[in-house]
């Protein structure tokens, strides 16, 4: 099981770990206290994060470059606390958490957090 888990992440780009295998590890590593940040795991799951805010990024930048109207207007920098993306990822149905991608849960906190204006 764990080795098929591992073949299936290898295959992945970064950003695409869906929410459940997320919330599943992260959960796992929450067990441990403050040495789960010294984990394989850990830093698995904090590249997920940084993979999935690069992608967003380039995507709103190219959105602008282009005339595009975004689905989101984030600051330029702006903090998000691990306690915060962890509520987020666990505000998504259980049913609905392997269908939806690191990613695309970031995509959707940006959205809440930073609508554009009408």
Not at 29 to 47: C, F, H, M, S, V
Not at 84 to 89: C, D, F, G
Request: charged share 25%; proline share 8%; with cysteine.
């Amino acid at each position: 099981m764990a080795l098929g888990a591992g073949v299936m992440l290898c295959g992945m780009a970064p950003g695409d770990m869906s929410v459940a295998a997320f919330l599943a590890r992260a959960t796992s590593l929450e067990r441990l206290g403050p040495l789960a940040l010294a984990t394989p795991d850990a830093q698995l799951l904090k590249g997920e994060v940084i993979a999935a805010g690069k992608r967003y990024k380039a995507r709103i930048d190219a959105e602008r470059k282009a005339g595009r109207k975004t689905t989101s207007c984030p600051p330029e920098s702006g903090t998000l606390t691990p306690e915060q993306w962890m509520a987020h990822l666990r505000s998504y149905p259980a049913e609905r958490r392997r269908s939806i991608s690191v990613y695309s849960a970031f995509d959707g906190l940006m959205r809440k957090r930073y609508p554009c204006p009408a």
